[in-house]
């Protein structure tokens, strides 16, 4: 009966409710309340003597509860369900709950990949790049600020005239090596000849680590 | 790892509750309330303090051990000089037997504290605003101080997104970082689990003083299983801590125009002036507050001084902030300025309100008994004050969004649902106050 759309990035609203028709579930709910009410207070209104004694608070009340109850059912048992389903990560570590949470993102926001391979791709940096290091990262908008989220704990992360790594991440990053090893052209300058970088790493076209020499 | 939380919790509620108990001691029962209450003022008081060091003085943030210290010795003696040790019956509530519903209602609302704390502890930050401010803030401020105030560095703050926001949500993270020794990924959402039993504690606090204890466990309920509410519970955004201050001063007036008490007056600024250090945005309700509070003040024999000397203590806690945001030339807009026009909002707001699942159907509840309780509300004077103060900062929100440039973050789904979470502790408490057993013994109730 309900959808949840949950856990993407860049928003946190909550929609659950699939639609009856083109109305929304919650729609139709809330209308119910209203008629439940209104059917209510039209009998007691016409003096019926069963319902004169019913405590209008009480009744108010239930019927509040009544509609409420498919919502929070379907939510409840939603959010419970996903801690039995994750429930192995309780004794895991930080690095593999956000791995987990980055992959269910990148599956919801259809990013192909680009959240779900980030923890790989930081836990390689941290066994190439020297803890303490000057880097830089080059990147897309989220990809490049939650990089350098994970690395401001470990590295000075800093400029391309100052960094000593050189981190590539996304798709939308170009960059080019010629045969003498030489970084000639990266995303966003027009600076041609960056200087000369070993290759630490080439985990695909789009995640690169390299040092400069 | 768990003794760092319990020393974080600690460290805001113990100088908190002093305060509390020491200047505001409004009534002598009501734990939860305390509670609460000591939590919004505890992290208040703390971050102001971590801001005018760290901001304003340059020192080293290991004097705020010592400052904390002196602070706790200072007020347990204070304490002590006042009350003498009657420390636990100050604590004692009347044991009344709970029936099996109440029971019922309240395992309930203790499986959605449960539900949340497994959710603060699987999930780990990774949500845009808070990668980008709420926590990134705090761990520039925790891994390069000196960065952070270098405008050659990149973390210097003003390089930083959203520089003109204010530093109650990054500070208390980075006081936990401190405490840690090092940031932690989950443990930072704990400080957002604080704030969603506080909510919890103040509703049932003050439900409590004026409907039964079944139905203010029943609104707690409805309250604490609001999907949207329990996704922020768990989340390091200042949204959350945001709804917990607004509530809070909304409720706090209300008790000021119920019982006449001056207190009640104070701490509501006091709680303004802290929604105001968490985001912008509560400048709206700010403006609402003052614009009540002009239509309070008709009749009720109140002087301009008796209410300047009010505002004091929160003009005193706000004053550091608003200094640097002049003497740095920081804006309140979250945008460029301009004004535009731009009705569909409207459409957009209605929908979030009464299409959207965030809030079951919170929403058709509160504005479904408000219709029908409405020559009630007329009729109450502090009741016509406090709905005409909700729908003022209601107005003032859609203002916000259908005459600037802020439009674009209702249109793309990312914050217009986040800003009603702002509405939903001070609705809760109103549709509390509606059930009161003598809108039930009236003529004139609707229907009757």
């Known amino acids: 009966m309900f959808l949840e759309t949950m856990e993407k990035l860049n928003s946190i609203n909550k929609t659950l409710a699939l639609s009856f028709g083109s109305l929304s579930t919650i729609v139709i709910f809330g209308l119910g309340l209203y008629f439940l009410w209104f059917i209510f207070f039209m009998y007691k209104s016409r003096g019926i003597p069963e319902l004169k004694k019913i405590n ?3 009744v108010l009340l239930v019927l509040i509860v009544i509609v409420w109850l498919p919502v929070f059912i379907e939510s409840t048992s939603a959010n419970w369900s996903k801690i039995f389903k994750e429930v192995e990560l309780v004794t895991a570590t930080t690095e593999i709950k956000s791995e987990n949470r980055l992959c269910i993102a990148d599956k919801n926001s ?4 680009g959240a779900c391979l980030m923890e790989p791709y930081i836990k390689e940096v941290k066994t190439l790049v020297p803890i303490g290091s000057k880097v830089v990262i080059i990147s897309d908008a989220y990809y490049g600020l939650f990089l350098k989220y994970r690395f401001i704990a470990d590295y000075q992360v800093t400029s391309r005239e100052l960094a000593d790594y050189w981190l590539f991440y996304g798709s939308r990053v170009a960059y080019q090596i010629d045969s003498n090893s030489e970084l000639l ?29 | 790892m768990w003794l760092t939380v319990i020393l974080y919790f600690l460290s805001i509620l113990i100088p908190g509750w002093l305060i509390l108990t020491l200047w505001f001691d409004t009534e002598s029962r009501g734990g939860f309330k305390k509670i609460a209450l000591s939590y919004g003022l505890g992290t208040m008081l703390l ?20 400052i904390l210290g002196v602070e706790i010795v200072l007020g347990i003696l204070l304490y002590l000089r006042r009350f003498g040790f009657d420390f636990i019956k100050r604590f004692k509530t009347e044991k009344k037997k709970i029936s099996w519903i109440e029971g019922f209602l309240a395992f309930l609302i203790f499986c959605q504290f449960v539900l949340v704390n497994i959710f603060a502890w699987l999930k780990p930050v990774i949500n845009w605003d808070s990668v980008a401010m709420w926590s990134f803030k705090a761990k520039i401020l925790f891994y390069n101080l000196s ?11 003003q390089n930083q997104n959203q520089s003109g926001y204010p530093w109650l949500v990054p500070l208390s993270q980075y006081w936990l970082a401190v405490l840690n020794k090092s940031f932690d990924e989950v443990l930072v959402n704990f400080i957002f689990v604080g704030f969603f039993v506080s909510i919890i504690f103040l509703l049932y ?13 029943l609104f707690v309920w409805l309250f604490s299983t609001m999907p949207l509410i329990v996704t922020h519970a768990h989340n390091a955004y200042a949204d959350l801590p945001l709804a917990f201050y607004l509530g809070t001063a909304f409720i706090l007036t209300y008790k000021w125009l119920d019982t006449k008490n001056h207190k009640y007056l104070i701490l509501s600024w006091l709680f303004l002036a802290s929604a105001l250090l968490t985001k912008n945005e509560a400048i709206i309700f700010v403006i609402a507050h003052l614009l009540i509070l002009l239509f309070a003040k008709r009749g009720s024999g109140l002087g301009w001084k008796k209410i300047l000397l009010s505002a004091l203590p929160a003009l005193i806690i706000i004053a550091p902030w608003l200094g640097f945001k002049l003497v740095n030339k920081l804006s309140m807009n979250n945008v460029g300025g301009g004004l535009g026009w731009h009705p569909e909002i409207i459409g957009q707001l209605l929908s979030d309100l009464f299409a959207a699942a965030s809030w079951n159907v919170w929403w058709y509840i509160f504005f479904g008994l408000s219709l029908l309780f409405i020559r009630q509300i007329i009729k109450d004077r502090s009741l016509r004050l406090v709905f005409g103060l909700w729908f003022l900062a209601m107005g003032g929100l859609l203002i916000l969004y259908v005459f600037t440039e802020e439009y674009q973050f209702a249109v793309d789904g990312t914050a217009l649902s986040r800003n009603l979470i702002n509405f939903v502790p001070s609705s809760v408490f109103l549709t509390g106050l509606l059930l009161r057993r003598e809108f039930f013994t009236s003529n004139k109730f609707f229907g009757d």
């Open chain 2, 205 to 217: 606090g003050y439900l409590r003083n004026y409907i039964n204890r079944t139905s203010s466990l």
């Open chain 2, 147 to 157: 960065g952070f105030f270098n405008p050659n560095n990149q973390d210097f703050w």
């Open chain 2, 47 to 66: 971050t102001t303090e971590i801001f005018l060091l760290v901001f304003v003085l340059r020192l080293p943030i290991k004097w705020l051990h010592y």
């Open chain 1, 56 to 58: 209008t608070k009480m």
């Open chain 1, 185 to 213: 052209e990266v995303t966003g300058d027009s600076k041609k000849n960056w200087g000369r970088f070993e290759v630490l790493k080439i985990i695909d076209q789009n995640r690169v680590i390299l040092k400069k020499m």
């Open chain 1, 110 to 113: 259809n990013l192909k990949g």
